[in-house]
């Protein structure tokens, strides 16, 4: 076994500052996001230099690291406006910088010495030399690429210098190209994935078409709609958590900057339960068939184990590329006051439906809502209208940002 002395840090993603509430409140130990430059996920609302010190100073209150990614490739116009953009989001006080080009490394280096440098998996390490040199280079943690098994980790870590970190994605949508590193949708669309603006062209249906009977489409696989070639199951290790640890993991990552607060909030919560309670008993711990159901009430493409169990036997699902939703989210709660919960609405649902009531740090709860009030306390048979308050009588405390959620219709 080859295990950290320090309990694995929980990482979350984000893309706006409701979704950075969602993982401090759910039980994220850091938070990685961008702002409108050099990251990743462009189609994120991502945080101005403003937006970027608000978010720093809610989430140190709260106890949180805060990851800027900085990991696109940049070309040289680009490069010229980056000591200045380093020079403000250092003023913002975030942790730590996660690069992907080598450049991008040694200006941080120059312009901010000291400040600590994550290697992004866009930069594709799969051994414990590169790993090592990234640390000669000055980076303290490297973010390892999604293509390796549970023992090519263990090996990194067995081979690197203590001291250094490694982290690990165990949640969220995996890439059919190598660490993320693709130009389909640059030739299809524009795009460019390496900038932040991927169109995600591995999830459309394919046909083939013959050159000389152009107009007769071809399907590739036995579906007359054609075949998802290219669609990659989504990652969820949450099952196997204590394995990834065992490798030598130091953070766990969770996927999903562009995804939903629900989802960021349902899913940083899962991991927290599950890492907390592999700590607490690692011989004897097994995840909860009521656990490994939470990360299936978000939207979901089908699960797999990825390549941590070496090449993945049922990678991809070739007859869909759309994801799995069974649960709505139908309001959140604002406050609880002398046995009432004043929730604001996110989808209509009617008095007297079941619901789930889902708190940070718990196991959901069924719960019913016999009758709903308006803000002018009327009583009315369900909540019709978009982000409406109202409230009903509960009879115990709820945390605020607590999550009320019903099948979907």
């Given amino acids: 076994m080859v295990q950290s002395e320090k309990a694995p840090e929980l990482l979350a993603p984000v893309g706006d500052f ?3 509430q969602a993982a401090v409140r759910y039980g994220a130990d850091a938070v990685y996001l961008g702002s409108t430059e050099f990251g990743m996920r462009a189609a994120s609302a991502n945080f101005g230099p403003e937006q970027l010190r608000q978010a720093v100073d809610y989430a140190h209150a ?3 690291r805060v990851y800027l990614t900085c990991n696109t490739l940049p070309r040289s116009g680009e490069v010229r406006r980056m000591p200045e953009f380093l020079r403000e989001a250092g003023a913002c006080g975030v942790d730590a910088f996660i690069v992907t080009d080598i450049g991008v490394l040694s200006l941080v280096k120059e312009v901010l010495p000291g400040a600590e440098i994550h290697i992004s998996t866009q930069t594709g390490i799969v051994n414990y030399r590169a790993a090592a040199e990234y640390h000669k280079l000055g980076a303290k943690r490297v973010v390892l690429a ?3 098994s549970l023992a090519e980790i263990r090996e990194i870590r067995e081979n690197t210098p203590p001291e250094l970190e490694l982290e690990v994605f165990v949640h969220g949508a995996m890439c059919m190209s190598f660490s993320g590193r693709c130009l389909l949708s640059n030739y299809m669309t524009g795009r460019d994935a390496n900038r932040g603006q991927c169109a995600q ?7 083939l078409v013959e050159e000389k009977r152009p107009g007769q489409y071809f399907p590739v696989f036995e579906d007359e709609t054609g075949s998802y070639i290219l669609n990659a199951k989504d990652l969820c290790m949450l099952e ?9 993991a130091d953070s766990l990552k969770i996927e999903g900057r562009a995804k939903s607060t629900y989802y960021v909030a349902a899913v940083t919560n899962a991991y927290r339960l599950a890492l907390d309670g592999y700590l607490a008993d690692p011989a004897g711990w097994a995840c909860p068939e009521w656990l490994s159901e939470e990360v299936r009430k978000v939207s979901h493409r089908d699960y797999s184990t990825g390549f941590f169990y070496g090449r993945p036997e ?17 309001a959140i709660a604002d406050r609880w006051e002398d046995g009432v919960l004043y929730c604001t609405q996110k989808n209509k649902f009617c008095a007297g439906e079941p619901l789930e009531l889902l708190e940070p740090g718990k196991r959901p709860e069924t719960v019913t809502a016999d009758r709903l009030f308006g803000p002018d306390g009327q009583e009315m048979p369900d909540t019709r209208y978009a982000s409406q308050p109202f409230s009903f009588r509960f009879g115990r405390p709820v945390a605020p940002g607590a999550i009320l959620r019903k099948r979907a219709d």
């Avoid at 062209?201 to 046909?207: F, L, S």
């Avoid at 991809?316 to 139908?330: A, H, K, L, P, T």
């Fill in 18 to 20: 409701e979704r950075l």
């Fill in 62 to 64: 709260h106890g949180v």
């Fill in 146 to 148: 999604r293509e390796l």
């Fill in 201 to 207: 062209p591995c999830r459309w249906n394919y046909c």
């Fill in 240 to 248: 196997h958590i204590g394995e990834v640890i065992e490798a030598g």
């Fill in 314 to 330: 049922q990678g991809q699902r070739v007859d869909n590329g759309g994801y799995i939703r069974e649960w709505d989210v139908v």
